[in-house]
């Protein structure tokens, strides 16, 4: 198509001054439409007479032209003059055909040209939609007011709508203003730093509820002109990077079983803690809490029960500690609390909490569980001005509690560090105590308070160390049991005190029981029935005269357990008693249970039975409890006239102390054993002996 100014063509050629030649013109066409005559262009005049036809095709029709003299035709001049002015038309006409030729040429290259750079321009839209398309992050571009121009497929997605409805609208279109804002903003932000910028946001996708987080680049385009088009975004999801990140964190700086900060997050924590104690000239408490006996419920119940009870108990902790506070597990059953800004008392109502909170039963797939723990405690700046002096001052007034009873607190002193150099040196020498012969068992006698003949005796371990002296079993024993020696140890108390009982026998002394103290991880060891078997097979001693004394709290750990184990060995014929009972946890549904012969009463309630109203009552009590449920009732640490009186007056059946004898050595018990008169005749209030 193309446009042609037919005035200033006819100028070009002059047609205007025909009319100063006398000469009319009019150059018309039939309309197509309306099949009228359109009069395109002509001079003044209104009529021609007899003019001088000319037609002509054009690309819109024909065109015709008509000229003649204003006055006729006439002489010779004036044909002459019309010749020329057709002449001047021909060539007008022929002027104007190769026009439109070349303007249709034109055109046509037009055209094609246009087709073709359409036809490029197509290809390459596909080739970038599909680009666009293919690529899973969100790509988008605004205009500077924030009206979409154009989106890929994944951003349809977070929309939940197509292209075509998201271009020429805002983001207040589709989310909520709060979230516009905050998209709104970022564009912005990009268009005032004239850069990329990039920001974190939380999608949540309409199409399918997918929600996750992206990390979104937004940059300003420009025209060639330096001119703003808009802004460019490209969101990419970094949900899942995220996550690794996170994970690869906690597994950096969280204990992956409780998730409580371990000892690399700990180490920082606590170096700013003491930089902030430093500056306000405060103390601070670092609590080291050690679980007691844990390696039994280990061994005995696996760990996998272990674990959950570590989870357990952690959620317990943690209810316990203030904000500022730092519970960290340090692996197996050991946890370090940090307490910053606090003075000693704060430190001990906090310990004396998690005692309580500790030893609350525990119920674990229907095993209900008591647990205690000792925890050491030592304090900024006194006890150590770093993180390393502090950790040690804290373990060794742990292990200071562990050997006095266990299930308490202590602090830090300068003896600590004696005393723990002194625990490593006895933990090294008790490795090599059995090999070098440095054990042996000595044997206190029991009493038959109604016949006065001895009816048993109990083996107690003793340690001679050639350097250190003779090392006493409640210091010697707890460390047994730490170090893991104590199963070793134990099963060689049990053979030798069978094997010596046996020897007895065969060399005529009356048959009586030997009673073997088990420690906890002994009595929870898996093959506890079947060691003790095998012991009483190799030695050939019938099972009647082996007597297993466990305390009331070892049985009270996990009681399901403790029967199942019971009933085991005395399906074996091998007596069981209860040890410094009175002291433990048990109740009396479980005591029922227990397949026991004999209940031993504590020393501690038998020392001031003269004068303890409290301690009599709880003698009374448990003698009247042994009677009821068939079982015999033994005192230990008898020591005075008083205590056997009052103890035969209630019924007590049996007794051992130094009172009747102190636990002898071998040759010294077969010595006693020869003159029985002597425990009759104390036994008779007569303590004279020979």
Known sequence: MAIIRISEIFETVKAASLSGEAMAYEVWRIEPQSHEKQVIYASDASSLTQPVEYGFDVPNGRWMVHMSPHRGWGDASALMLRELIVLAFSLLSAYMAKFFVDLRIAKKALETRIIQTHNEKEILEQRLSTLLD?????????????????????????????????????????????????????????????TSVTNEEELCFKEDGYNGLFETIKTPMYDTKGELIGVLGIARDITARRESEVKLERLEYFDPLTSLPNKVQLHLRLEHDLTMMEKKQEQLAVLFIDFDHFKNINDTLGHAFGDELLIKVSKRLKSLIRPVDTLSRQGGDEFVMVLPSVRVDDAVHTAKRVLQTIEQPIVLQEHELVITASIGIALYPNDGKDVESLFKSADAAMYLAKKDGRNNYRFFT????????????????????????????????????????????????????PELGTISPAEFIPIAEESGQILLIGEWVMRSAAMRMKQWIEAGFS?????????????????????????????KLPAEYLELELTESVAAQNPEHAIATMNALVAQGIRLSIDDFGTGYSSLSYLKRFKVYKLKIDQSFIRNIHSDPEDKEIVKTIIALGKSLGLKVIAEGVETQEQLDFLKEHGCDEAQGYYFSKPLSVEDLEALRLHPEIIERKNNNNPQTS
């Not at 068992?441 to 160390?465: C, D, F, K, M, N």
């Not at 073997?516 to 079947?530: D, E, K, M, P, R």
């Open 414 to 465: 300068s003896e600590i560090q004696s005393r723990s150099a002194r625990l490593l040196s006895l933990e090294n020498a008790l490795r090599y105590a059995h090999t070098r012969g440095e054990l042996s068992l000595h044997y206190q006698p029991q009493i038959s308070l109604q016949e006065g003949t001895i009816v048993g005796v109990e083996a107690l371990l003793r340690w001679t160390h």
């Open 134 to 194: 293919a690529v899973p992050d969100l790509v988008f571009l605004k205009n500077p007011d924030g009206v979409f121009l154009f989106c890929n497929r994944a951003f349809e997605r977070l929309y939940g709508a197509k292209e075509a409805d998201i271009t020429g609208k805002t983001d207040y279109d589709f989310v909520d203003k709060q979230a516009a804002d905050f998209f709104r903003t970022n564009d912005l932000i990009a268009i005032d730093a004239q």
């Open 511 to 539: 048959p009586i029981s030997v009673a073997v103290n088990l420690s906890a991880v002994q009595f929870h060891h898996t093959h506890l029935s079947h060691l003790v078997g095998t012991i009483l097979d190799e030695v």
